[in-house]
């Protein structure tokens, strides 16, 4: 069976604050994708990233950095230096080759000035 | 490019009404979903296809039916409103019909069955 487990409902944080969202996910497949998306109060749901299960490398964009660790089975985003704009709910997501999308139950992020 | 749109983007239906919520999506992609989203529960896929023609059943198909006879289009009927159903739906799509490509939402449509 797929799952994915976001342990955390909601965080607070003051800006310029690091935040950690952490992400552990089930799978028997031996080659899936996993993705973070979010959803910010407006409501609509953006894509952030793609990972693959055989890239373990940890990727950076700007504020964002995402640790792949398959040891663990955990997918963990990091925003540096958060910012009001960061609030919004982020579900971390995970398709195996041949299946569908499982989504996490999603983290709500709330970023105070 | 639009991308993904649904309409109507709100609805209120009463109990054993019908309704089809519209998708349609310009990127050209084989592979759209439905889901519906509510809280505490992240988004659950109700039924998706794999090209025109081809529909199959997600995690929660009961109560709704789909087809998909073009490309573009793939709408979602509720064949008997009930208020469990009261829900946001978000319809995706993405590139091809191999999964682990990412999916593009539409802005969503919020559902509320008294």
């Known amino acids: 069976a797929q799952k994915v487990t976001q342990a955390q409902t909601e965080i607070s944080v003051v800006e310029k604050e690091d935040v950690t969202l952490d992400c552990v996910y089930e799978t028997r497949d031996t080659t899936y994708y996993l993705f973070w998306y979010k959803q910010p109060p407006s409501g609509e749901l953006v894509f952030l990233i793609r990972?693959?299960?055989?890239?373990?490398q940890n990727e950076i964009s700007g504020r964002y950095s995402w640790n792949f660790q398959k040891s663990t089975s955990s997918f963990n985003f990091t925003i540096t230096a958060s910012q009001v704009v960061d609030s919004a709910v982020y579900f971390c997501a995970l398709s195996p080759l041949t299946r569908n999308f499982v989504f996490g139950p999603g983290t709500r992020l709330s970023v105070l000035p | 490019n639009a991308g993904v749109t649904q309409t109507p983007k709100f609805q209120v239906l009463k109990t054993g009404q019908s309704m089809t919520l519209q998708c349609a999506q310009d990127?050209?992609?084989?592979?759209m979903s439905w889901y519906r989203q509510d809280p505490g529960m992240g988004l659950r896929l109700i039924h998706y296809?794999?090209?025109?023609?081809?529909?199959d059943q997600g995690e929660v198909p009961n109560g709704y039916n789909v087809s998909r006879s073009t490309t573009e289009d793939f709408p979602l009927r509720l064949l008997s409103a009930a208020p469990s159903q009261t829900s946001v739906y978000f319809c995706?799509?993405?590139?091809?019909?191999?999964?682990?490509?990412?999916?593009?939402f539409g802005p969503g449509t919020r559902l509320t069955v008294t």
């Open positions: 296809s794999v090209g025109a023609g081809i529909t």
């Open positions: 995706a799509s993405s590139r091809d019909r191999a999964r682990g490509n990412e999916q593009y």
């Open positions: 990972r693959n299960s055989f890239d373990e």
């Open positions: 990127m050209n992609h084989e592979y």
